[in-house]
């Protein structure tokens, strides 16, 4: 939805606590879409606790200017390729 605003944000947060089904299909579209219109939104993404998530965020960050950050289950936080671990 974010992504859909005239204009378009400059930033946008991503937050989730589970995974999605076809989510390298979901870091395309959302790539894709957020090329249209010109001027491109920074995506940042955060994983809580769901280590299942960590590469999809990741590359949804990276493709979209941002970084990603994973809290882990003591609420201490990981940023970029260290939270892929």
Known sequence: MAL???PK???VYFMTD???NNADEAVRNISKMNR???KKSK???TAMM???AADQFFELAKKN???FSKVLGDGSVVTGK???R
Do not use: C, Q, W
Request: hydrophobic share 30%; no cysteine; aromatic share 4%.
């Open 4 to 6: 859909s605003m005239h």
């Open 9 to 11: 944000p400059d930033i």
């Open 18 to 20: 589970g995974t999605v």
């Open 36 to 38: 249209r219109g010109g």
């Open 43 to 45: 995506i940042f993404t």
């Open 50 to 52: 769901e280590p299942k």
């Open 65 to 67: 200017g941002g970084t």
């Open 82 to 84: 260290d939270a892929l």
